[in-house]
């Protein structure tokens, strides 16, 4: 499977991130497999943040649940993770990944990262 991040590479603080990953070849996000967002930055290393599954449940890691939402667009082959009200610490390099098994690791198919700066 072949996972593509985008998003908008700068953002302002306290605005709200929009980030997509695209299934560019591979099962589809509607396929049994759990489609992950998993950051990485210097403070907090690699940071699970929300999953979606098979099904319309989604899963979040619990200090993020407030500020993140997870979708699906099945027609686009796309999963979009949103973050509210961004602050310097939310700066990082953002992953898409697929598991097999489970919402929350091991993940084994990763994209390559989007880097997002948080700067006014």
């Known amino acids: 499977v072949q996972l593509q991040e985008s998003g908008p590479g700068l953002v302002k603080p306290s605005q709200t991130l929009s980030l997509t990953c695209t299934v560019i070849?591979?099962?589809?996000?509607?396929?049994?497999?759990?489609w992950g967002w998993i950051r990485q930055s210097p403070r907090k290393g690699l940071e699970w943040m929300r999953a979606?599954?098979?099904?319309?449940?989604?899963y979040y890691n619990p200090p993020l649940k407030s500020r993140t939402s997870i979708s699906r667009d099945a027609y686009k082959n796309q999963i979009t993770l949103q973050l509210t009200s961004v602050t310097a610490e939310d700066a990082g390099v953002y992953y898409c990944?697929?598991?097999?098994?489970?919402?929350?690791?091991?993940?084994?198919?990763w994209g390559q990262g989007t880097q997002v700066t948080v700067s006014s």
């Open positions: 990944a697929r598991s097999l098994d489970s919402y929350y690791w091991p993940y084994g198919d």
């Open positions: 070849s591979g099962p589809t996000p509607t396929d049994r497999y759990y």
């Open positions: 979606i599954g098979n099904s319309v449940r989604t």
